[in-house]
């Protein structure tokens, strides 16, 4: 009996959730056109300045050579793409398990926090790309080598988004919890690593890039193969149609990598696009 | 007072940076009593809230849970604080369920059991939404729904209508009332406004001064469940004058 009566007195509306306008959705398509335009454009006055000989072919290739190139090239270019990514990702995995450790701990004691902080600061003035010569001759010219100077360049930006994150927690809801008799493995798993995820894919994206661009620096300094490698021998032959191609690909790559962070952080950070998915 | 005592405090004092913020707060709250606490901001409602539900310690005095001393304890009393503090980034459902699971239940039996109390609360068919998919009615029932799954033997709600609109409030008021009725929790409900106060409550303690202290206490002698007109009757607006002498000293 009391349950009808609460029922009928309800505020009216039991499913008046929020609904965001449908126009939105048609717009997004013709904002991505506009750089692409952009793009397009400088695409064609580069092959006009290539095609009415302004500078020497052997210096700038033309958009089409280089087309040409990264097209013939493109089975060898493959291979040598596979150990660098391998490089890119086994490196961004240990920067990301060090930066993670790493945060949790200092997390956990204002002590290490203020100890550590400044440390790591400053020792993101080292130039990392200068260590290379040194972890070549330490590690000597594998894979190693290439593994930790990407692990150390990917390392910085994961280990600030995530301590950052960890720490910025809303005291009123560390109240709630701790009203509620949390313990902190509890508080870390229901506050600090959900409301860090946000800022830790802002770093994540800048990481992947890190992470191609340090594994190709690390092979300049010799090895096997990879698309440093690779780049350093065309170098040698004066073959830029094929310098320009491996520089396009590595573009493709980072662009590659950077979406895929964006859809895994579209399935973790899925509140943030609830009102988007109500569209469908 | 119906029936005996289960919240009492005793001689709580707290002191921020040598200044003390609250004195000698006495106040108790007895089985299936609604107590309502109004006083004017800043004269320390939440910071004693705070110290009843053990977030943090009082420099003086006791916080008695039936007979067990609840000084400085947390995890004993359920609490609704002043924000509803929803955490964004779980569904409606998740959020109403962390009592459940920060007690030890397998998360799926406490989405389960969760589950089954959003009718009551007014919450049908948006257990998989957001919190910012709710509007403000809802996301203070979601919250109040949490503060009792969480299962204390009293309740502190802070403020639990303040930032709703009027219409909405008006109607949260008499949804409420009729829960209570249901849920028979002890409560202890800040408020600002005098008419909610004397609307809901059994009995009413004025907090004034600084630092602060109980300067009244009022029984509203009208039974529960009241007639709808309470609010035109005698007896409301003897009581709404009496506090308010007390509130504007
Ligand atoms: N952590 C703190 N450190 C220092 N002073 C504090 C702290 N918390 C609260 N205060 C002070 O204690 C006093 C009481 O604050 P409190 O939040 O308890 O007031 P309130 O009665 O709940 O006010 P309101 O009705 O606006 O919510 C205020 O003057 C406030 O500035
Ligand atoms: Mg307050």
Known sequence: MANIMVKSLLPQGGNNTRKLSHAGAARIGKEKLYPFGLLLILLLLWQGVCSISLVPAFLLPSPLNVAKALWLAFPELLSHSGVTLLESLVGLFFGLLTAFLLAVLMDSSPLLYQGIYPILVVSQTVPTVALAPLLVLWLGYGILPKIVLVALVCFFPLAVSLLSGFRSIDPDTLGLFKAMGANSRQIFRHLKLPGAMPGFFAGLRVSVTYAIVGGVIAEWLGGQAGLGVYMTRVRKAYAYDKMFAVIVLIILWSLTLIKIVDLLERRVNRWQYASEEKLN | ?249
């Open chain 2, 1 to 249: 007072m119906t029936g005996q005592v289960v919240l009492r405090t005793e001689q709580i004092t707290k002191f921020y940076q040598g200044v003390p913020v609250i004195e000698n707060i006495d106040l108790e709250v007895g089985q299936g009593e609604i107590v309502a606490l109004i006083g004017q901001s800043g004269v320390g409602k939440s910071t004693l809230f705070n110290l009843i539900a053990g977030i943090s310690r009082p420099d003086d005095g006791r916080v008695w849970l039936n007979d067990e001393d609840i000084t400085a304890k947390a995890g004993k009393i359920s609490y609704m604080q002043q924000k509803d503090l929803l955490l964004p980034y779980k569904t409606v459902l998740e959020n109403v369920a962390i009592p459940y699971l920060l007690a030890g239940l397998p998360r799926r039996e406490a989405l389960a059991r969760a589950r089954e109390h959003f009718p009551r609360f007014g919450l049908a068919g948006t257990q998989d939404h957001y919190p910012s998919q709710l509007s403000g009615g809802m996301r203070q029932r979601a919250a109040l729904l949490r503060t009792w799954l969480f299962g204390g033997q009293a309740a502190l709600l802070d403020e639990p209508f303040s930032a709703l609109d009027p219409l909405t409030r008006r109607q949260m008021h008499s949804w409420y009332l009729h829960l209570m009725a249901e849920l028979d929790l002890p409560s202890l409900l800040i408020t600002h406004d005098v008419n909610e106060a004397v609307l809901l409550s059994d009995r009413v303690y004025v907090m004034a001064g600084s630092p602060g202290k109980i300067v009244f206490c009022l029984p509203i002698k009208q039974k529960r469940p009241r007639p709808d007109d309470f609010e035109l009757s005698v007896l409301f607006s003897q009581a709404k004058r009496q506090l308010l002498e007390f509130l504007l000293i």
